[in-house]
């Protein structure tokens, strides 16, 4: 049912491409709105496990959601893309690190997949966060595969199919609250394509739904508020470089420069996290890299924060060396607490705790701690390097502790015995 409690009848079945943390949310939400679900994604151990009633990903209030819309049989996971009325797909959309150029493979992969269970009255919607033209590049794809359908690229309103972009924005932690409070940009490559996506969402979205001109502005309005809020971050993070250097507090600083009644400056950290503020700015950079100065700045400024903490930590180890003469590298214990990108959540996706970790095991030789308590098992970057240990056991062992993430169960901790390197303020 709609968010007025009539059933929108021209959908019957939905299918949700990409099970990850935005597609399976998605997907739940309509089944909880009683609507036939079909989830794909490539990931065979992701289908058993959702086909269980079970999740993958750590999403406060998701797993009661996925458990109950499986046993209703109202959501179904599959390897294969099946027939439905609405296709939205919610893959990956990385970035080559080396060139920060977008990965639209995926994306590429999944237009292929849905393409031969096409027909006609079909609405796609590409969810997925992308640099401007990729929605029309999908059609393109799509119109590839079936010259036997008509698509808005060429017949405009008259086409078989519907393609609209409507990019997420939700909050990791707070999903499936704000995937009904928030409001949805949608840009349908025609008005009836924007009409009939937001119809789509209307399913379950509380929030409006706003229509853009096109695809194009749809999917830059994604990359703006992510680069807006990268810039931000980036001018902390720079601060926090300034205050090192002139021995300032920057927590205190920036504290009393938030009184004035037109200053809001954000919290600074170890870099920049996550598949969203860490990668779309690149986005923008890349189809515009004569014009976008600020932004490739804020971009450097995040992006060359963990190599600065782990000259803190270089630097830290040299003067524990240097106190305890008859010491080696190897018998420093180093505590590295939290790997997520963000507090409270399990995502590690381009996180720089974990880049963090990994160069300090990498490099620096030392018996290596690392607490993070929303993962049972340490990622393959840190295999062999790391050690993963509870809380307590960090704190009493370790002679250098470095706080990399603000996570809940963290703040209000004893401040320990050894050189502490706090880039979240836990331990001011």
Known sequence: MGQDGLRISEFERISVVGLGYIGLPTATMFASRRYRVIGVDVNEKTVRTINRGEVHIVEPDLD????????????????????????????????????HLPDLSYIDAAARSIAPVLSPGNLVVLESTSPVGTTERMADILAQERPDLTFPQNNGEESDIRIAHCPERVLPGKVMLELVTNDRVIGGMTPRCSELASRLYRIFVAGECIHASGPR????????????????????NELSLICARQDIDVWELI???????????????????GHCIAVDPW???????????????????NDGKPQWVVDQVRAALAQHLAAHRDSTPHEVTIACYGLAFKPDIDDLRESPALEIAQSIGQDLKGRLLVVEPF?????????????????????????????????SAFKGSQVPDGTIIDTRGVWR
Request: proline content about 7%; overall charge negative; aromatic content about 6%.
């Open 64 to 99: 009661i959601a996925v458990r109950s819309a499986v046993a209703a049989g109202y959501l179904t996971a599959s390897t294969t893309p099946e027939a439905a009325d609405a296709f939205l797909i919610a893959v990956p959309t990385p970035f080559d690190n080396g060139n």
């Open 217 to 236: 502005a749809a999917e830059m309005v994604k990359l703006t508020e992510n680069s807006f809020r990268d810039v931000n971050i980036a001018f902390a």
């Open 255 to 273: 504290s009393l420069a938030n009184r004035h009644p037109r200053v809001n400056i954000l919290q600074p950290g170890p870099g920049v996290g």
């Open 283 to 301: 986005f923008i950079v890349s189809n515009a890299p004569d014009e976008a100065h600020l932004i490739r700045t804020a971009r450097e400024v």
């Open 375 to 407: 993962i049972s098992r340490l990622p393959k970057a840190l295999a062999g390097y790391a050690t993963l240990v509870p809380f307590e056991a960090a704190h009493e062992k370790a002679d250098i502790h470095v706080m990399l993430v603000d996570h």
